[in-house]
């Protein structure tokens, strides 16, 4: 049985949460068998990448070892091969996300720059100085920074939609930043440092009722919920592989066909053009438009073991047993004395970050590393964020489709240890 079956048949003829046999799923992540400082791995950082399943892995060696050479450009078999895999897994991820047109998907390096791609492209072509971006108070460092480049370069003006104590957002306010000068609105589908699921298909509409184009990152999402572009209306939609149980080195960034063909080339190069001349060069449509040079052929195959992977799985069911964890870390967790969770929205994906009245954030972190609980420590690329609450650092468990109860109940030991510790 490949690790994939095994996945398959953890919720085999069965859609109920029940049938998610997490510890069958365990066997099929070979880095969940490793010890650190001989204690069991617990990893509990998937926020920041997760781990990835066999079926991944083996799908990247075999690529190497049996079909690899460069695409789109070969007449012989193994260039054939190699384009009809790299192909292959752009229609995957069409799938995934239920884009209308797989010609909707470019590869990018990663979520990072799939921002800076619609900024420099979109946002360089048709913003004009005066014009206005919306983005809110959560977003990671990659949906704040292009946007101020792009502010210094253009003159538009960046707007911010605020959040509540909670960290949750807010929808009114929000509403009142949006003006005819709105041109893009840019949010996080779901926060990396809080948790927060925002309210995307409003976001999206009150936006769209100004004319203006919605940017949504979803890197936090496509790991923990179902994603469909359509029903959310939005016009991009971003995220990276590696925190989907991919690989590195690739990310998607999803758009709508007319507003891609409308957008300038991000880089020169080789695939994105239809003719060069020292005169004239003239580009291809999308997605090879954007996708200049050389791509990241065989991540982009080990991307599409990754979604066939989540998708096996179904993320109803990897949604419902995160779930689970969160209410349960989050009950366990509130009982600890001195311990204070950031981010208590009514919406969350299981992302935990918290602060303790004893010990600072990366003394936390340190000694959980100890009991080989991995989670991290700092302001997690939000440094707004961090602000908004008062804070330097938080530490942070976030949870993947790998993670029990059990680790829950080391991470909540290993907390005991650092209140005896600095206690
Ligand atoms: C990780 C992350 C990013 C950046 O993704 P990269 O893979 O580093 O490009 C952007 N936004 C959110 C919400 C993230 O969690």
Same mark, same amino acid.
């Given at each position: 049985m490949t690790p994939g079956q095994s996945a398959l048949k953890a919720v085999a003829g069965n859609n109920s949460t029940a049938a998610f046999d997490v510890e069958r799923v365990r066997q099929d992540f070979p880095i969940l068998r490793e010890t650190v400082y001989g204690r069991p791995l617990v990893y509990l950082d998937n926020g920041a990448s997760a781990q990835k399943?066999?079926? %991944?892995?083996?799908?990247?060696?075999?690529?190497?070892?049996? &079909?690899?050479?460069?695409?789109?450009?070969?007449?012989?078999?193994?260039?054939?091969?190699?384009?009809?895999?790299?192909?292959?897994?752009?229609?995957?991820?069409?799938?995934?996300?239920?884009?209308?047109?797989?010609?909707?998907?470019?590869?990018?390096?990663g979520a990072t720059e799939a921002i800076n791609l619609v900024a420099a492209t979109y946002g360089r072509a048709f913003l004009k100085p005066g014009d206005e971006v919306v983005i809110s108070h959560m977003e990671h460092h990659s949906n704040i920074v292009p946007w101020q480049l792009l502010r210094d370069e253009k003159g538009i003006v960046l707007k911010i939609a605020p959040i509540d104590d909670e960290g949750g957002f807010v929808l009114d306010a929000y509403e009142k930043l949006l003006s005819p000068k709105t041109k893009i609105v840019a949010i996080t589908h779901v926060s990396n440092a809080l948790g927060t699921i925002t309210p995307m298909r409003e976001i999206v509409r009150l936006a769209h009722a100004r004319g203006a184009r919605v940017l949504v990152d979803g890197c936090q999402a496509v790991p923990h919920m179902p994603v469909d572009v359509q029903a959310l209306g939005a016009d991009f939609y971003v995220f990276s592989s590696h925190k989907l149980y991919g690989p590195t080195g690739i990310g998607v960034l999803w758009g709508r066909l007319d507003l891609l063909n409308s957008m300038p080339p991000?880089?020169?190069?080789?695939?994105?053009?239809?003719?060069?001349?020292?005169?004239?060069?003239?580009?291809?449509?999308?997605?090879?438009?954007?996708?200049?040079?050389?791509?990241?052929?065989?991540?982009?195959?080990?991307?599409?073991?990754?979604?066939? &992977?989540?998708?096996?799985?179904?993320?109803?069911?990897?949604?419902?047993?995160?779930?689970?964890?969160?209410?349960?870390?989050?009950?366990?967790?509130?009982?600890?004395?001195?311990?204070?969770?950031?981010?208590?929205?009514?919406?969350?994906?299981?992302?935990?970050?918290?602060?303790?009245?004893?010990?600072?954030?990366?003394?936390?972190?340190?000694?959980?590393?100890?009991?080989?609980?991995?989670?991290?420590?700092?302001?997690?690329?939000?440094?707004? %964020?961090?602000?908004?609450?008062?804070?330097?650092?938080?530490?942070?468990?976030?949870?993947?489709? &790998?993670?029990?109860?059990?680790?829950?109940?080391?991470? %909540?030991?290993?907390?005991?240890?650092?209140?005896?510790?600095?206690?």
């Open positions: 399943p066999r079926i %991944v892995i083996d799908s990247m060696t075999k690529a190497y070892e049996t &079909y690899y050479a460069n695409v789109h450009r070969g007449v012989h078999k193994l260039s054939q091969t190699a384009t009809d895999a790299f192909e292959a897994a752009r229609e995957k991820v069409a799938r995934f996300i239920n884009a209308p047109s797989v010609d909707e998907v470019i590869f990018t390096r991000y880089q020169g190069g080789g695939e994105m053009i239809a003719s060069v001349s020292f005169e004239k060069t003239t580009y291809k449509n999308s997605p090879h438009r954007f996708e200049a040079g050389t791509p990241a052929i065989v991540e982009a195959v080990g991307l599409g073991a990754a979604v066939d &992977y989540v998708s096996a799985l179904g993320l109803d069911n990897i949604g419902a047993h995160e779930s689970g964890l969160l209410a349960y870390a989050t009950e366990r967790l509130s009982r600890i004395d001195g311990l204070e969770i950031h981010g208590r929205a009514k919406d969350k994906a299981a992302i935990v970050a918290f602060v303790m009245k004893e010990a600072h954030a990366h003394d936390i972190g340190t000694i959980l590393d100890r009991a080989g609980v991995a989670v991290r420590a700092g302001h997690h690329c939000a440094q707004p %964020v961090m602000d908004r609450f008062g804070v330097a650092a938080t530490a942070r468990a976030s949870f993947g489709l &790998y993670n029990t109860k059990k680790e829950v109940d080391t991470l %909540v030991d290993a907390i005991g240890v650092v209140k005896e510790f600095f206690g």
